[in-house]
């Protein structure tokens, strides 16, 4: 006689594989920038982050991923895409990305002096409040319904609304609001919100971009790399315009046998994470991604953090990783 188990569960898309490979690789990344030697400085990891960026064009160039159906037809929808509103779209795409690299940046030169600046800089989601990342959550299901016209039910607003209790619940057990105001003007502090804004704004356009008017992803990807490196290029002109950021730009050339090193490194990773990254706002919303930095940045928390009460967060923080908020696209996911 055979017994159905009152358990089911759903067919397993091998694609599911993309957003924990990226979980897994930003947890790696972010372990290795945390404990990696020797001197660095924000333009040279720029630089590889960059060139990280612009080899994710290399991957439909490979035979068995040129073969990929929704790879051509990718290609061709992009090429006839050619127009003066293709254009259009990626001056979009580049000037919300330049917008959240400059508050980077200039949040990251006022802050230059504090101990925390450049791991804030390198792993925004990596350290900080988890209430920052629900905030992002709330604002990405905001602007997924008007520009995506994502829909969203009664389930999925009580689910946000859990999602965003969780994570002050974590906050208040880790101690994170002290951590992260204490030292920290309202200057600063205004500047980090509107970068959280504008990089929501960032991912849904992607996403928009591909979705509704059919970009090329990988080319949407490059173009964002090619971006950065001339950036910059720029940006050493006024490193060099003050002694100060020129003293510390020469001091990462102490010692290339870890700049070196660090350098490729970080490039590798960087190739892996936003061809993941890309893949995952192909297939899944942006949403999946934040879910998915949330996950490397508390598995990072867990090692870094000392106090034993860091175990009693696990549990709000996997209410948060299955809320069904993921699941509130009107796509198939």
Not at 292 to 318: A, E, G, M, Q, R
Request: hydrophobic share 50%.
């Amino acid at each position: 006689m055979m017994f159905k188990s009152f358990i089911t569960f759903g067919p397993l898309n091998k694609k599911l594989l993309i957003p924990f490979l990226l979980a897994l690789n930003q947890i790696i990344y972010n372990i290795f920038i945390s404990y990696y030697p020797g001197k660095t400085n924000q333009i040279l990891e720029s630089y590889s982050t960059s060139i990280g960026h612009m080899l994710v064009l290399i991957i439909p160039k490979i035979k068995f991923f040129a073969k990929s159906e929704i790879t051509t037809k990718k290609i061709i929808d992009d090429q006839k895409n050619c127009s003066k509103k293709s254009v259009f779209h990626y001056f979009i795409l580049i000037f919300l990305y330049n917008i959240e690299t400059l508050l980077l940046f200039g949040a990251a030169i006022l802050e230059r002096n504090s101990p925390k600046q450049s791991d804030y800089v390198k792993l925004p989601h990596a350290i900080g409040p988890f209430t920052k990342e629900s905030f992002v959550v709330v604002f990405i299901a905001i602007v997924a319904y008007f520009l995506l016209k994502y829909k969203y039910y009664i389930h999925n607003i009580i689910s946000l609304i859990a999602f965003v209790i969780m994570g002050v619940i974590i906050d208040i057990i880790l101690k994170k609001f002290q951590e992260e105001f204490s030292d920290r003007n309202s200057t600063i502090n205004a500047i980090y919100f509107f970068e959280l804004i504008v990089e929501v704004l960032n991912f849904c356009y992607q996403k928009y971009m591909i979705d509704i008017l059919f970009h090329y992803f990988y080319n949407v990807v490059f173009a964002l790399g090619l971006d950065l490196f001339i950036c910059n290029t720029i940006g050493i002109l006024f490193y060099f315009s003050n002694e100060e950021l020129k003293a510390s730009f020469m001091d990462s050339f102490d010692d290339w046998g870890l700049l070196i090193p660090r350098f490729i490194i970080n490039m590798i990773f960087q190739f892996i994470y936003f061809l993941l990254r890309i893949l995952t706002l192909v297939y899944f919303t942006p949403t999946h991604l934040l879910i998915c930095l949330s996950l490397s940045k508390f598995v990072v928390v867990l090692i870094n953090h000392d106090d034993n009460i860091k175990y009693l967060s696990i549990i709000p923080f996997l209410f948060q990783f299955f809320s069904p908020i993921k699941n509130s696209s009107s796509t198939i996911l």
